[in-house]
């Protein structure tokens, strides 16, 4: 998957803007603050029709505009229009200039694998961050998955408002309870089990790149989840010994919304143990299993966008990841320092320099 072509409209610093991409490996360079963060982060709107930011959405709209609007040209197999349009109001996407009334009918079509220098809140943050980090990368191989967790969420909510309906009015039957709690643990054996396999899948590759980044060995993602090793009928016997519990409490205390993971480098937790820089491999390593991964299911690989890449690694660590880039995969890196790239091997690639909004310069170069 390749995009070719990048309009934006009052996007961000951008006020109008059309950017043709290399196929391979585009270096984005400029000051802090020129706007290269942004133009990789429309590439990811243009995707996911939200930003990776956690800034609001109408930030995305540069100050003084009513709206913006980023459009590409995506190349896999064959050629599409994608068009994301936003105001402060509304949310609008389109397929070769044709209104799609639903964004998960849009959202799978463009994937994109990211990483940005908040992904190390994937491993520093609370368990709620690894989970949203997790559902991300699996829903955007399988729109059943966010399907079957929009419905989980729902229940889970319905059955946390019954509990303490319960609790205020003793008369209340455990009827509904029962179907509810039934719904929410077949819809969370589905979540469990896509979360394992893909970890598993991940842990396949994730030592190989660590360790070819770093040199060292015995990266592996732990995964915990209160249903590890229990068939329906045992969840349900488990989560009626907590009832008590769930009723004084008001919420569901059994579930895959508890679930949590850990990077565990020599059987140590990086969260704790681990240094920012050892953090940061470990989510580039991640970053590249999760590449092979979309390739074994789609048969081709998404975009790979790499922000701000070369801060927090010494020159090593950078050439052993710039060494791991194939020329198949479209990649975008954004870095305030072009040194480093006289030292690479890489072949080919397109310089792209910013300044204040503006692209001021690009050309293709071949690496001594």
Not at 68 to 94: D, H, Q
Not at 128 to 156: D, P, Q
Not at 271 to 298: D, M, R
């Amino acid at each position: 998957m390749k995009i070719e072509l990048l309009k934006l409209l009052n996007f961000r610093n951008y006020q109008k803007l059309e950017m043709k991409f290399h196929p391979s490996l585009n270096i984005i360079y400029g000051k802090n603050g020129s706007g290269k963060t942004n133009l990789v982060e429309a590439i990811y709107v243009l995707g996911l029709t939200r930003s990776f930011r956690l800034s609001q959405e109408k930030t995305l709209i540069l100050d003084g505009a009513l709206s913006t609007k980023v459009e590409g040209v995506i190349n896999n197999r064959y050629k599409t229009l994608y068009t994301v349009l936003l105001n402060k109001e509304a949310k609008k996407v389109k397929i070769n200039d044709n209104k799609v009334a639903k964004l998960s009918d849009y959202i799978s079509k463009i994937t994109i694998v990211l990483f940005h220098p908040d992904d190390l809140r994937f491993i520093k943050d609370t368990p709620s961050t690894r989970r949203k980090n997790l559902n991300i990368s699996i829903s955007e191989m399988n729109l059943e998955y966010l399907r079957v967790l929009n419905t989980y969420n729902k229940l889970l909510k319905q059955r946390n408002a019954y509990l303490k309906q319960m609790l205020v009015n003793h008369h209340e039957t455990s009827d509904y309870l029962d179907i509810l709690t039934s719904k929410l643990v077949d819809a969370g054996m589905y979540i469990y089990d896509k979360r394992k396999k893909f970890l598993q899948q991940v842990n396949s590759y994730l030592n190989t790149f660590y360790h070819k980044i770093t040199g060292l060995d015995e990266l592996v993602i732990n995964y915990s989840c209160t249903y590890e090793g229990k068939n329906k009928e045992e969840i349900l016997n488990l989560m009626q010994k907590n009832l008590s519990k769930d009723l004084m409490l008001g919420k569901t205390s059994i579930g895959i919304h508890g679930d949590d993971l850990a990077f565990l480098l020599d059987g140590k937790n990086l969260k704790e143990y681990g240094s920012e820089g050892q953090q940061k491999n470990a989510i580039i390593a991640y970053k590249f299993s999760e590449l092979e991964i979309f390739k074994e299911k789609t048969g081709f690989y998404p975009i790979f966008i790499l922000d701000d890449l070369f801060s927090e690694l010494d020159q090593e660590k950078v050439l052993n990841i710039l060494k791991l880039l194939k020329s198949e995969i479209q990649t975008f890196i954004t870095t305030t320092n072009l040194d480093i790239l006289s030292f690479s091997s890489i072949h080919s690639y397109k310089q792209i320099h910013i300044e204040d909004g503006h692209v001021i310069g690009e050309s293709e170069k071949n690496a001594k």
